[in-house]
């Protein structure tokens, strides 16, 4: 009787009323990642070094993004349904002057991390007038919260950062991917239908194909908003049968 009981026990111990709910619930959850970003809470060499491979250049990028919408779209915010965005900045920036200097010295912390990149000075520039602005916006009482709040200091900033990366000649040392244009921190991925593909041409599949055979990237580039899902181009070219992510697929290559 106890060897019975003792064969059929690992059976009953797995079983789970509600498995089924809680498998859909899962997959209902939003994504922890978007192809190559995931938030980053840890700058590579502790946001001191400047990045040495596009491996570390990558993982600053994402740490800035994270940075930058915590501050001003907190991701834990916008999922309690608010009709407007807000951030650890906003809520810190309510204390009357101390927060707002406080809110300015940690807004400081990603122009710093654009140093560290390799932003020239006058895009920096650029960045701090935007730090000072929201700073003197903060100061006037009530008025000024609202205003701040619609400002958005870190995410412009995080928008100079994106342009630099996209287009200096100073910048074309790294080879990253960056998020696509939109104010989702991590949206949902969607799949590419037959008619999506037929109506943007080839030019980027082919970069993307390329990428994927030959296991990294070659320039600095958005990703589409298909390409935070494993399914390569074409159907299984980034992924094999069971949906498992291509191991040299660079979109889906772990920072850490």
Known sequence: MSGIFGSIWPI?????????????AQKDRAPERF??????????GYAIVRPRTDKEAQRLYNHVRTVAFWLDAAPLLSDLGLPFRAGLDDIISLVPIYGDILSGVLQLYQVWLSFIYGVPYEILGRMLLNVILDVIIGFVPLFGDVLDNLFKSNLRNLSLLEEWLLSAPSAQKYHILLMPDGGEFLPKPKTSSAWSSWFSGTSVDEVRERERMEGRVYKTRRMGKDEGV?????GASGSNAGGTRK?????FEPVD
């Open 230 to 234: 494993g399914a390569g181009v074409g």
């Open 12 to 24: 009953l111990s797995s079983y789970r009323p509600n498995a089924a709910r809680t498998r859909q």
């Open 35 to 44: 192809g190559a970003f995931e938030p980053t809470y840890i700058p590579p």
């Open 247 to 251: 191991r040299r697929d660079p979109v």
